[in-house]
């Protein structure tokens, strides 16, 4: 497929050098073999990373983006997130997930279906506060406890700890109560991969800042999808990026010379199992 449209493909290795002056990109391999690449356009689609908060317990070693998680937390994030949840369902009798957001139901819903008692720890007052007002969310709160999940609002937790001396592994709320937990599901939100573009000497805010045609602040270097921010916007789902793949690809072809991104109309939908609902429009 890529071949028959003239794309060349690179896997099993990362860029890990931009040189914006003389239009150069560095890729290092696997093996640590490096190689130079030159372009004349450069985009960043970096996407993001699960945010797990640095909380004592939650890392096996210092907290940090790229840090190891501790056995029985796992951050839902990827298909491979997704099947090492699957296998952690399997002996935990309890789970805790960290976040009331769509990925923190889905996974919450999800639990529950293979047995699992839930807790869903969300520091707002109602779940997915980012895409409904607060009579949506007290309905979807209600829905939410229907279905068996226990819902913790208005809270963080602020330590965790496994098993030991008989007593079960546990994770600590801001009130100082104790929760059951074999397992920890981190669904707490995104953090953009900007780490590139902060060594390119991009203007990076909460993530790459564009324009309306997907610019950076650098000549020739554009960004979308999670790793850009758009308008004070950062992305979280995957049309906006879809949507400015198409914009941008018109931008660089000249197809539409005078091709913007004005921004994605927010279509939310949150798929879980016995809970039936759609987001449309900004929340104020």
Same mark, same amino acid.
């Given at each position: 497929?890529?071949?028959?449209? *003239? +794309? ?9 050098? +931009? ?7 560095t $890729? ?14 450069? +985009? ?8 797990? &908060? ?27 997130? !997704? ?7 399997? /002996?935990? !009798? ?5 976040g009331?957001g769509?990925? %923190? ?13 839930? #807790?869903?720890? *969300?520091? @707002? ?5 980012? @895409? $409904?007002?607060v009579? %949506?969310?007290?309905?979807? #709160? ?12 208005? @809270? ?11 007593e &079960? ?26 780490d ?16 309306d ?8 270097? *554009?960004?979308i999808?999670?790793? /850009?921010? *758009?308008?004070?916007?950062? &992305?979280? $789902?995957? @049309?906006? =990026? ?22 994605? !109309? +927010? ?9 039936? $609902?759609? !987001?449309? =429009?900004?929340?104020?």
């Open positions: 497929w890529w071949a028959a449209r *003239h +794309v060349d493909v690179v896997t099993g290795a990362r860029v890990t050098a +931009v040189d914006t002056a003389a239009r150069v990109a $890729l290092t391999d696997a093996d640590g073999t490096e190689r130079t690449i030159a372009w004349d356009e450069l +985009v960043l689609a970096t996407g993001s990373t699960a945010f797990v &908060p640095p909380t004592e317990g939650l890392y096996a070693g210092t907290p940090g983006p790229d840090a190891s998680l501790a056995e029985g937390v796992v951050a839902f994030r990827t298909v491979d997130d !997704s099947s090492r949840i699957v296998e952690a369902a399997e /002996s935990a !009798s309890t789970a805790v997930v960290l009331g769509l990925l %923190g139901l889905e996974a919450a819903r999800g639990l529950l279906a293979r047995g699992v008692e839930v #807790t869903i720890v *969300h520091p @707002q007052d109602f779940p997915m506060d980012r @895409q $409904l007002d009579d %949506g969310g007290a309905v979807l #709160t209600r829905v939410v406890r229907g279905i068996g999940a226990r819902l913790v609002l208005g @809270q963080l937790v602020t330590a965790r700890h496994p098993a030991r001396d008989g &079960p592994a546990h994770v600590v709320l801001s009130d100082g109560s104790a929760v059951a937990a074999d397992l920890v599901v981190g669904a707490a939100g995104v953090r953009p991969r900007t590139l573009a902060v060594a390119m000497g991009l203007d990076v805010d909460r993530a790459v800042v564009v324009d045609r997907l610019a950076t602040s650098v000549p020739h270097v *554009h960004a999808g999670e790793c /850009s921010q *758009h308008r004070g916007e950062v &992305p979280g $789902l995957v @049309q906006p =990026g879809w949507d400015q793949a198409r914009v941008l690809a018109d931008v660089l072809t000249g197809a539409d010379a005078d091709a913007t991104y004005e921004g994605t !109309s +927010v279509l939310t939908r949150l798929k879980a199992h016995d809970i039936d $609902l759609a !987001s449309m =429009g900004t929340v104020d």
